[in-house]
């Protein structure tokens, strides 16, 4: 299973293409911005309750037969955030207290 590397921030819904090094992905690729994983969510994914990395690029040029961006093009379908901006504060202060890894 590849990742479908969503269009957007689901917070801020900026744009976030496949080449782009501010996405940023919890384990179920849950999608944010680099901005608001730091301003707004403090590293916690606002969905699941875990941490985020930084979403792999990938490839343009297709090295391996098959495996390229335009191979494997990423997903066109946007997602939005279900909760409230208070409700998402109040979650990410309670669980960013936890480690990741004692989550
Ligand atoms: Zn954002
Ligand atoms: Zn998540």
């Known amino acids: 299973m590849a990742l479908a590397l969503r269009p957007n921030c689901e917070y801020c819904d900026t744009d976030l293409p496949p080449d782009d090094e501010r996405a ?5 690729e849950c999608t944010f911005c680099a901005d608001c994983v730091e301003r707004h969510l403090r ?3 606002p969905n699941c309750g875990g941490g985020f ?6 490839p343009h040029a297709e090295w391996r037969p098959g495996l390229s961006v335009a191979k494997r093009p990423p997903s066109s379908q946007r997602v939005h955030l279900s909760f409230s901006a208070d ?3 109040a979650f990410s202060e309670r669980i960013s207290a936890i480690a990741p890894a004692q989550r």
């Open 24 to 28: 940023r992905i919890c384990s179920y």
């Open 53 to 58: 990395a930084p979403r792999p690029i990938r």
């Open 87 to 89: 409700e998402i504060r």
């Open 43 to 45: 590293n916690v994914c």
